[in-house]
């Protein structure tokens, strides 16, 4: 046995491309959904289609990764199909994006997502941040979602402060009353100690497994809600050496993205 040394954010990320399958197409967010994009390309499934929400489909990824470009030669090169952003959201809306990928400052046991602001009002927040771009197209109508967020009390909360992008909103039912397509919506919540899904019944966050070496007394301590368990809670191994290698070295060797708080754990 060795230890691996890695931070949280590199945890993050390689959960997420684990999770996606060979030969789909993925809807990927700004930032550490690009990331996990790239990393799932290059290790895993070399046939997965990428779509940005400016229009950019089925481009190859350009590494190293740049910091804070998305419409950019980077993420456009060789694409299948260069349009705008109302293609890209049609072809979502018209059930062609199997998974969608988006961070988020908030989420909630029904994996609502809030990224526009943190406390007061709309009008009057005190602290306003991007919001949606294109997150509420994403969460809307991809098949599955997957968001991405650091394990922070502050950040699973019982009610976000504003939906930006619907999760099952206040529970079984309540996305098809909205008028979202019936079998889509939240899938999974990577975070940087745990995997959680969504129990099929009452739709509420469920988590699934947890960091090797990670109690789940840990991971549900740092939360402001109580997530439902699993009958069984898996074990996620940490980062492979070959993970590490490939984003140190080639997506992102400046450390833009995948810096963090370093973890631990048995590999």
């Known amino acids: 046995?060795?230890?691996?040394?890695?931070?949280?954010?590199?945890?993050?990320?390689?959960q997420g491309a684990r999770l996606i399958d060979d030969g789909k197409t993925i809807f990927v967010g700004w930032g550490i959904p690009q990331v996990v994009a790239m990393l799932a390309q290059k290790l895993y499934v070399p046939n997965v289609t990428q779509l940005f929400e400016f229009g950019a489909i089925g481009p190859q990824s350009v590494l190293p990764f740049v910091r804070g470009t998305m419409g950019g030669p980077q993420n456009t090169f060789r694409s299948l199909q260069w349009l705008n952003m109302n293609w890209a959201f049609s072809y979502s809306a018209t059930g062609y994006m199997d998974y969608g990928m988006l961070g988020a400052l908030q989420v909630d046991p029904y994996g609502n997502i809030n990224s526009t602001y943190l406390g007061g009002t709309f009008a009057n927040p005190e602290r306003r941040f991007a919001g949606s771009g294109g997150g509420n197209q994403v969460a809307s109508h991809c098949w599955k979602t997957i968001i991405v967020i650091r394990h922070e009390g502050r950040r699973f909360v019982p009610k976000v402060d504003f939906i930006t992008s619907p999760g099952y909103l206040d529970g079984p039912g309540a996305r098809e009353k909205a008028g979202l397509p019936r079998?889509?919506?939240?899938?999974?919540?990577?975070?940087?100690?745990?995997?959680?899904?969504?129990?099929?019944?009452?739709?509420?966050?469920?988590?699934?497994?947890?960091?090797?070496?990670?109690?789940?007394?840990?991971?549900?301590?740092?939360?402001?809600?109580?997530?439902?368990?699993?009958?069984?809670?898996?074990?996620?191994?940490?980062?492979?050496?070959?993970?590490?290698?490939?984003?140190?070295?080639?997506?992102?060797?400046d450390r833009f993205i995948i810096r963090g708080a370093k973890m631990y754990a048995i590999a």
């Open 183 to 253: 079998g889509t919506g939240p899938h999974r919540v990577v975070t940087s100690k745990a995997l959680f899904g969504f129990d099929g019944e009452s739709r509420k966050m469920t988590l699934l497994s947890v960091l090797r070496g990670v109690s789940v007394e840990e991971v549900v301590k740092d939360m402001a809600f109580r997530p439902l368990l699993a009958p069984e809670i898996g074990e996620i191994p940490p980062p492979t050496d070959e993970e590490l290698r490939v984003l140190r070295e080639e997506i992102d060797p």
């Open 1 to 14: 046995m060795r230890t691996i040394e890695f931070t949280d954010t590199e945890f993050m990320i390689a």
